[in-house]
């Protein structure tokens, strides 16, 4: 395990003592023991959970409407050249 810490410290460019090598390494193990102890759990007959299939969206639906007066959008806008309107860089 250890060699599988220094991979993925060397991938995220992340020096690592070797104390700190080791406590993830042991971390790393218990984790993956946790897992092999989760797959020998007897799940048969029982159904996949899939959580909020029962909700409902409280958001509106999205409706494309034309904008009703685009001349008085274009007169409120402080600066602006013929149809289009000005706006500060974004970048400099």
């Given at each position: 395990m250890?060699l599988?810490?220094?991979?993925?410290?060397?991938?995220?460019r992340?020096?690592l003592?070797e104390?700190e090598?080791?406590k993830?390494?042991?971390?790393?193990v218990?984790?993956?023991?946790?897992f092999k102890?989760?797959?020998?759990?007897?799940?048969?007959?029982?159904?996949?959970?899939?959580?909020?299939?029962?909700?409902k969206?409280?958001?509106?639906?999205?409706?494309?409407e034309p904008?009703?007066?685009?001349e008085?959008?274009?007169?409120?806008?402080?600066?602006r050249?013929?149809?289009?309107?000005?706006?500060p860089?974004?970048?400099?």
């Open positions: 250890e599988d810490v220094k991979y993925v410290a060397k991938l995220a992340v020096k003592t104390k090598e080791k993830f390494s042991n971390d790393l218990k984790i993956l023991d946790h102890d989760l797959q020998a759990v007897d799940t048969e007959g029982i159904a996949p959970l899939t959580g909020g299939h029962n909700l969206s409280v958001m509106r639906e999205d409706k494309a904008f009703k007066d685009v008085e959008l274009r007169e409120a806008f402080p600066d050249d013929g149809n289009y309107l000005k706006v860089p974004v970048f400099e």
